[in-house]
């Protein structure tokens, strides 16, 4: 979605550009992510549902709505069925429905 922002840290200073870049990580070993989503818009969002467009990567925790220009925290996990040589890049999917009045 267009409203919204992804960063890598809490304070919103660093964007995270899409597709995120996950990195490498052996077949078998976990690793998870902590992301901030930041909505841009004037309005509220709810219901909102994420995804992501990677079969071993998926979402632990997410908010289900988000204020207007305000922020909630995204975890996503990635457990590999295979070792890969090169890294791994997803795209976040954000669904939901802006609240307008």
Same mark, same amino acid.
């Not at 070993?29 to 079969?55: A, C, G, I, M, Q």
């Not at 990567?57 to 590999?80: C, D, R």
């Given at each position: 979605?267009?409203? !919204?922002?992804?960063?890598?840290?809490?304070?919103?200073?660093?964007?995270?550009?899409?597709?995120?870049?996950?990195?490498?990580?052996?077949?078998?070993?976990?690793?998870?992510?902590?992301?901030?989503? !930041?909505?841009?818009?004037? !309005?509220?969002?709810?219901?909102?549902?994420?995804s992501v467009d990677h079969k071993e990567v998926i979402?632990?925790?997410?908010?289900?709505?988000?204020?207007?220009?305000?922020?909630?925290?995204?975890?996503?996990?990635?457990?590999?069925?295979?070792?890969?040589?090169?890294?791994?890049?997803?795209?976040?999917?954000?669904?939901?429905?802006?609240?307008?009045?």
């Amino acid at each position: 979605m267009a409203d !919204f922002k992804i960063f890598e840290d809490k304070e919103l200073t660093k964007p995270v550009e899409d597709p995120i870049d996950l990195g490498k990580l052996k077949a078998g070993e976990t690793k998870r992510f902590t992301f901030y989503v !930041f909505n841009t818009s004037v !309005f509220p969002y709810e219901e909102l549902e994420f995804s992501v467009d990677h079969k071993e990567v998926i979402v632990i925790s997410a908010p289900t709505e988000i204020n207007e220009k305000a922020s909630g925290t995204i975890i996503l996990q990635w457990k590999p069925l295979v070792d890969i040589k090169r890294g791994l890049k997803a795209s976040l999917k954000i669904e939901g429905f802006q609240v307008i009045g």
